[in-house]
């Protein structure tokens, strides 16, 4: 027995707006729906992974998703909950972005299942590319009058908001019709009779079903799902660093697993909703046990196993949570020795270092050198000769002496020296 997917998606927190006639639309028979994608960076981030969940939802409740990338309409640019137009891309650009796009993806959909709701992935610039200015217009443009493209809160809040000199453009106008268009098209070539998004997406999607109803004579539906805020305030999905990626290589998993980590109480139980595919019993189990001793953040480390579990790998997860224990542990030298050095580097970001060459640490490097007469890392020798005597400094967490002189044997990684002073004054050292 399949899951009902509105009820799924209530449950959760992850319906704004539905057309009426959708849960019953979806009761009949398998259907399509599809929800477009922007194509302008080579990864999607977690801000995507709302409307990608919906159309994982949808493939496990036995329906088939359509995962559109934007190609065409990535050359336009949306100006919905935008205050300037974004630049243009090239085709070789979109069709890489497109692939990278479609790789992390298929950590969520199922591409190559031989299943009638197997997932597909296609790109509007495919359709759009042979579509001439004066067809689009006769074709297309007659069907949509100025004041139904005018009413969209889309237009209307960027142009209340904007100078005559720095308005919306015709190019960003016509962005709903081309959206709608899209609709339009996958109605008609893969009987795509739904599309989803983002609330903000509303106007949009209903440009499409009208499309569909005063051209092809059809019946189109809209889901959305809220998007998402934090408790506090600040942006979901951003980062000291900016967005945070899906790709290793622009957010490396250490840090994506510390996001979610790091989340609130009132976001972990809401986003361990949206972001997994846990059961609700399960769910409010954990919430529950977190309830019972929240400091041991029970609930922010099983949403950041799942997530980053689902987006990475096992093996990601397994590392980022030993990278973030490290600290903590009783065999500290031996366990940070086992990161590679983007993680460890990432463990240790912001922290004050100090170069050294090779040949100036073989002459050897005692502690006043360590922590002041060569690195500056405390403000005298003095200070540090009274840290030392305090017992307050340690080289790779193992309390030391003035006495002490650091050798190769101290190296991490044949690389790396760590010193502490007291609990919360970390330095490096990294001999070159």
Same mark, same amino acid.
């Given at each position: 027995?399949k899951?009902?997917?509105? @009820?799924?998606?209530q449950w ?10 959708v #849960?019953?639309?979806?009761?009949e ?11 302008t960076a080579d990864?999607l981030h977690i801000?995507?992974?709302v409307?990608?969940m !919906?159309l994982?939802?949808?493939?496990r409740c ?5 995962a559109l990338?934007? +190609?065409?309409t990535?050359?336009?640019?949306d100006?919905? +909950?935008?205050?300037?137009?974004r630049?243009?891309l090239?085709?070789?650009? $979109?069709?890489?972005?497109q @692939?990278?796009i479609?790789n992390?993806l298929?950590h969520? $959909?199922?591409?190559e299942?031989?299943?009638a709701?197997?997932?597909?992935l296609?790109?509007?610039?495919d ?18 009058t ?9 237009v209307?809040?960027r /142009? ?8 919306m453009s015709?190019t960003e106008?016509?962005?709903? !019709?081309v959206q709608?268009?899209?609709f339009?098209?996958?109605y ?16 949009n999607?209903?440009t499409?079903?009208? $499309? ?8 189109g539906?809209?889901i959305?799902?809220?998007? /998402?805020?934090?408790s506090?305030g600040?942006k979901?999905?951003?980062?000291e660093?900016?967005n945070v990626?899906l790709?290793?290589k622009r957010t ?7 996001y979610?980590?790091?989340s609130?109480d @009132?976001?972990?139980?809401k986003?361990?909703?949206i972001?997994?595919?846990?059961k @609700?019993d399960?769910i409010?189990a954990i919430v529950a046990q977190?309830?019972e ?6 609930l ?8 980053t579990?689902m987006?990475?790998?096992r093996?990601d997860f397994?590392?980022?949570e030993?990278?973030s224990?490290? $600290?903590f542990?009783?065999s500290?030298?031996e366990d940070i020795?086992?990161?590679d050095?983007?993680t460890?580097? *990432?463990?240790?970001?912001g ?5 050294i060459?090779r040949? #100036?640490?073989?002459?050897?490097? *005692?502690?006043i050198?360590?922590?002041?007469a060569k690195?500056?890392?405390l403000n005298?020798? +003095? ?6 005597k305090?017992n307050?400094?340690s080289?790779?967490?193992e309390?030391?002496?003035e006495d002490?002189?650091?050798?190769s044997?101290?190296?991490i990684? *044949?690389?790396y020296i ?5 609990r919360k004054?970390?330095y ?5």
């Amino acid at each position: 027995m399949k899951k009902n997917f509105v @009820e799924e998606l209530q449950w959760r927190g992850m319906l704004h707006q539905s057309m009426p006639g959708v #849960e019953e639309h979806l009761s009949e028979a398998m259907r399509s729906a599809y929800v477009g994608f922007d194509p302008t960076a080579d990864s999607l981030h977690i801000g995507n992974l709302v409307p990608i969940m !919906l159309l994982a939802h949808y493939q496990r409740c036995g329906h088939k998703p359509v995962a559109l990338v934007g +190609g065409a309409t990535g050359m336009i640019g949306d100006p919905s +909950g935008r205050s300037s137009e974004r630049n243009l891309l090239d085709e070789a650009t $979109l069709r890489h972005n497109q @692939e990278a796009i479609k790789n992390q993806l298929s950590h969520f $959909l199922d591409f190559e299942s031989n299943d009638a709701n197997a997932a597909v992935l296609v790109n509007n610039y495919d359709w759009m590319k042979e579509f001439s200015f004066l067809e689009f217009i006769r074709d297309v443009g007659k069907h949509i009058t100025v004041n139904y493209m005018m009413a969209k809160d889309s237009v209307k809040n960027r /142009i209340a908001g904007e100078t005559i000199n720095e308005g919306m453009s015709f190019t960003e106008f016509t962005y709903q !019709l081309v959206q709608g268009y899209d609709f339009l098209h996958l109605y008609n070539a893969n009987d795509c009779t739904i599309q989803m998004g983002g609330s903000d997406q509303w106007g949009n999607i209903t440009t499409g079903t009208e $499309l569909i109803r005063r051209i092809g004579n059809g019946k189109g539906f809209a889901i959305t799902c809220p998007l /998402i805020t934090k408790s506090d305030g600040s942006k979901f999905g951003k980062s000291e660093g900016g967005n945070v990626w899906l790709d290793a290589k622009r957010t490396s998993p250490y840090k994506f697993y510390q996001y979610w980590l790091n989340s609130s109480d @009132e976001d972990a139980e809401k986003y361990i909703k949206i972001f997994t595919f846990l059961k @609700e019993d399960e769910i409010n189990a954990i919430v529950a046990q977190h309830a019972e001793a929240p400091h041991l953040r029970v609930l922010q480390k099983r949403l950041a196993e799942e997530i980053t579990t689902m987006v990475h790998s096992r093996a990601d997860f397994e590392n980022a949570e030993k990278a973030s224990n490290i $600290l903590f542990s009783k065999s500290f030298k031996e366990d940070i020795q086992t990161l590679d050095e983007s993680t460890f580097l *990432d463990v240790f970001e912001g922290v004050p270092q100090f170069h050294i060459s090779r040949s #100036e640490f073989d002459e050897g490097l *005692d502690m006043i050198g360590a922590l002041a007469a060569k690195t500056g890392f405390l403000n005298s020798n +003095g200070e540090a000769r009274r840290a030392l005597k305090e017992n307050s400094v340690s080289v790779n967490k193992e309390k030391v002496k003035e006495d002490y002189n650091i050798t190769s044997e101290d190296l991490i990684n *044949d690389q790396y020296i760590i010193l502490n002073k007291g609990r919360k004054n970390t330095y490096i050292i990294k001999v070159l």
